[in-house]
């Protein structure tokens, strides 16, 4: 394990755990972040509102975190927003978002603040993200719609910093109080939930922010379930979900916000309407294979556009 050689040397750091009705999780990833050998730590967790007691059983089980409470309409930005202003008026000269699935390794903050200190203050960075339970790991790929996805190829890591040309999410990464105040916090208007990570990366890069991933820094994800709307994809109600309701990943407004934004209007148009399309045609053929007496009707001219085979013929 890391420990740094001077305490007085030690950045603050505080830490910032989002949650909302998940103390089945938040709980193992604060007693993971508690286990953790760097010592000028705080942990600071954001209950936006929760009906599962999450307050009463963190105060209980881990007095020395602090709690901020929200309505239940903060949403993840929200709440990153309340908790990292709170960490800014308590002095922290560094502050570490991560969501409430993930679990630190008792190294992992050392390893983080070491990075930073070799890198210097307009730094950020990153840990290793790997999905408990499988193969995946995330080491700086870009996210799936960005023009380098396909051409990108994982790096091998030798032990040094890795200078990362795309940013990560809210899982694992730590900023110096000066790019608040360089960059500003979350759009919680445009970003109320999804991408308002990327989105705040993307604008710190633009200001001069270098992002590193930290080899020895890793951080555990913990797959979450499919939600109950997954199962109704193929209907109208389960398509409008996906494609406007917060809650999705993909829904095309936000990610529309997003490419505006950071690419240029070329690229921009070239990117955001196949994302588009492609989700449409999806949506529609998985509402089309529900309907058994129109696929029908349709499969001589899918065999005229695809082609017979016995695939396609199975469909």
């Known amino acids: ?90 002095g922290a000269d560094l502050v570490m978002w991560i969501n409430d699935d993930v679990r630190v390794e008792p190294d992992t903050i050392s390893h983080l603040v070491e990075s930073w200190k070799r890198n210097g203050e307009r730094s950020v960075v990153c840990a290793r993200i790997r999905l408990l339970g499988s193969e995946e790991e995330w080491r700086g790929e870009p996210p799936p719609w960005h023009p380098d996805f396909k051409t990108w190829v994982r790096p091998e890591l030798s032990g040094a910093d890795l200078l990362l040309k795309h940013p990560p999410g809210g899982q694992g990464v730590i900023l110096p109080a000066s790019s608040f105040r360089d960059v500003g916090f979350v759009d919680i208007a445009n970003f109320p939930h999804y991408w308002a990570d990327h989105d705040f990366h993307y604008r710190a890069m633009k200001a001069g922010y270098r992002y590193y991933l930290s080899p020895l820094a890793v951080v555990w994800n913990t797959p979450n379930p499919a939600r109950p709307q997954a199962a109704t994809i193929s209907t109208f109600k389960g398509a409008f979900w996906f494609l406007f309701n917060r809650r999705s990943a993909m829904n095309m407004p936000t990610v529309r916000r997003l490419l505006k934004r950071h690419l240029a209007p070329a690229e921009y148009r070239r990117v955001f309407y196949p994302i588009l399309f492609r989700h449409l045609a999806w949506l529609s053929y998985g509402w089309l294979t529900q309907k058994v007496w129109l696929h029908r009707l349709l499969r001589p001219l899918k065999r005229r556009l695809f082609g017979s085979t016995r695939t396609t013929e199975n469909v």
């Open 1 to 90: 394990m890391t420990t740094l050689a001077s305490p007085a040397a030690d950045p603050r750091v505080i830490v910032v755990v989002p949650t909302h009705d998940r103390w089945h999780e938040a709980r193992v990833s604060l007693a993971a972040l508690l286990k953790s050998d760097y010592r000028n730590l705080h942990v600071l967790l954001v209950e936006d509102g929760c009906a599962d007691g999450t307050a009463e059983k963190c105060r209980a089980e881990f007095p020395d975190v602090a709690i901020i409470h929200g309505d239940g309409n903060l949403w993840w930005s929200g709440a990153i927003n309340l908790g990292t202003k709170q960490a800014l008026a308590e």
